[in-house]
């Protein structure tokens, strides 16, 4: 009979995410992450089988936060563009500020790098631009065109605000997008 696991994957991957979050992936060791979790490291060998599992299964649980992120955002704003600028700073909450945007940078070269990762990163994006578009349109064709769009412009003033940190990002990221809308003539 197996012996009963101290503490569950969900709460082990949590905790490695946090770890690698903080320290990028490269400071993701089976030491490191036995320092966070409690358990030994070859516990954690035995649960995952090498460190690239381990952050594998970090990073697809940071997806599935950002997934639940993305539908209670999508919930909770009203359905016009105003609500669509709502849902995007409200989602750039975490993005943090300086040495902490870099190594959000970090994350998604993993991201990049793994077939499973990137999917996650489409999935994300079609839901995006279903979130934003139908804010933007009534025309099922200009939704997908105008939300694909707004989700650029919005990764894109976010990078742009990691260079000059011109204000808060919440401020810049309000004022680029309201510029974008009224440039497209929906607002």
Known sequence: MSRPRKISD???????????????PAGLTFASASAVTGLSPATLVQRYGN??????????????QL??????ADASHTV?????????????????AGDEAAQGLLLLREDF????LRARGVAWNQAMTQALGRRLSQDPARQELLGRLMASQWQGAVLWWGFSREGTLRGFLRRELREWLMATGIS
């Open 10 to 24: 969900e709460d082990v991957v949590e905790a490695v995410a946090a770890l690698v979050s903080r320290e990028g």
């Open 51 to 64: 460190r690239e599992a381990l952050l594998r299964a970090a990073l697809l649980w940071m997806w599935d």
């Open 67 to 72: 997934d639940l992120n993305v539908a209670g």
């Open 80 to 96: 016009d563009p105003e609500g669509a600028i709502a849902l995007l700073v409200r989602l750039s909450a975490g993005y943090g």
């Open 113 to 116: 790098r793994d077939p499973a």
